[in-house]
């Protein structure tokens, strides 16, 4: 099946990769406001963090065998190779979650933010809300991704909020240490589950090495990724894994909900809630970003990449989707279709108020037309809950890539 993003330019891909890391990190704020009205603050975070160590590992690794830096040998990367990671993580999106980094040597290293968006958004809820993010749900979780690297690494804070003033910065600071006395991490139980989903063995194509542009991430830490640097080919690649990342959380998200549901019901209405959300937020950056009119915005949409996930196909106005590993998987695309609209209304929306979608065929196999109505529509309330976060209008600025050495 022919990938979705291929048809872009190196450019457009450029500009595209970083917004997709940043849609991936306003999953969480879409779906878990729902998570806080049906569950309480404290099963939020344990959401939270069941989604994410279930799921980093997996799309951690994919990300190194694709940009060639995995370690020689299994869970013996370096510092170097969690900070990579990390740079390509959308648990950890360029600029609005400003990691910097520093290597003391292959085995200890440290980072801080000197921004964290995602503390711009809770810090307003109060410190017990800040305390959930900072302290109950980074603890695990940064150590669940650090272990797809080096299953003896640590990551174990310097500093962190709540803060004692709003002028405190960094905002937090993290040491890594990779030690062989350090006691393995233990994965969670969900952790083989998504594991053994759709998306995470999904084979894609490989990089072309003879494409112009870097093709690998093999050579130096960087201070910040120059994401024009890299080839077209390795920009596609990137761009289906990152797609793969917000699938695979998606599915680790779904687990955690369902095992607390009081029915299917109610888990089916918390997944549609976040996917609404957050299908109104990718559709509007996306469009932003590239000029994209709706069908365009849901060719790149990740909702429907990548293409090998996703099988869907492409005719003037409409789309058609068929069945394919995603709905296998039962992740977001089994949340659309005849009868669950509001995902697809709020994507095109998001482009073009005026716009709006009519849905035919049967729950697996169906086509999309894009409509347009005399009147606009009102944002969805899911929607409106996912724009309040810093994100949703956060501005990329133009950086210097310098490499890092230890220090």
């Known amino acids: 099946m022919a990938n979705r993003y291929a048809d872009l330019t190196r450019d457009q891909l450029a500009t595209l990769v970083p917004e997709l890391l940043l849609i991936g990190q306003l999953i969480d704020r879409s779906g878990m406001a729902w998570c806080i009205s049906a569950f309480g603050r404290e099963e939020m975070a344990r959401i939270a963090v069941e989604e994410w160590a279930s799921s980093s590992p997996v799309y951690t690794r994919r990300m190194q065998r694709a940009l060639g830096y995995a370690p020689a040998g299994e869970g013996t990367g370096d510092v170097v190779t969690i900070f990579k990671g990390l740079q390509l993580d959308i648990g950890a999106p360029p600029q609005f979650m400003d990691f910097r980094y520093t290597v003391h040597d292959p085995w200890h290293g440290e980072f801080h933010l000197d921004h964290c968006g995602a503390l711009m958004d809770v810090e307003p809820m109060g410190p017990d809300y800040v305390r959930s993010m900072c302290h109950d749900i980074e603890d695990p979780t940064f150590d669940a991704t650090a272990v797809a690297s080096n299953p003896r ?38 952790l083989a589950t998504i594991a053994a989903s759709r998306a995470a063995t999904l084979p894609l194509d490989p990089i072309d090495p003879a494409d112009e542009g870097l093709a690998d991430y093999a050579g130096p830490l960087v201070s910040d990724l120059d994401f024009s640097a890299f080839s077209h080919s ?28 009081a029915s299917p019901e109610q888990a089916r209405e918390i997944a549609t809630k976040q996917l609404v959300g957050i299908a109104g937020v990718a559709a509007e950056r996306i469009s932003r970003a590239l000029g994209t009119e709706a069908v365009a915005t849901l060719r790149l949409h990740p909702l429907l990449n990548p293409a090998a996930y996703v099988a869907a196909s492409f005719d003037g106005s409409a789309l058609t989707v068929s069945t394919g590993p995603a709905q296998e998987d039962g992740g977001w695309i089994t949340l659309c279709g005849p009868g669950s609209v509001r995902p697809l209304q709020a994507a095109v929306r998001a482009v073009d108020p005026h716009l709006d979608v009519e849905v035919t065929g049967s729950d697996t196999e169906w086509t999309v ?3 347009r109505r005399d009147q606009p529509a009102p944002d969805f309330d899911e929607v409106a809950v996912t724009r309040i976060s810093t994100g949703a209008s956060f501005a990329f600025e133009p950086r210097r890539s310098l490499p890092i050495t230890p220090v």
């Open 153 to 190: 690494a640590q990551v174990r804070p310097v500093h962190r909020p709540p803060r004692s003033s709003p002028d405190q910065h960094p905002h937090c600071a993290w040491t890594v240490t990779i030690d062989e006395s350090n006691p393995v991490v233990e994965p969670i139980d969900a």
């Open 234 to 261: 390795a920009l596609v690649r990137i761009a289906d894994e990152v797609c793969l990342q917000m699938h695979l959380l998606n599915l680790g998200f779904l687990l955690a909900v369902r095992a607390r549901a």
């Open 369 to 371: 037309a894009v409509v």
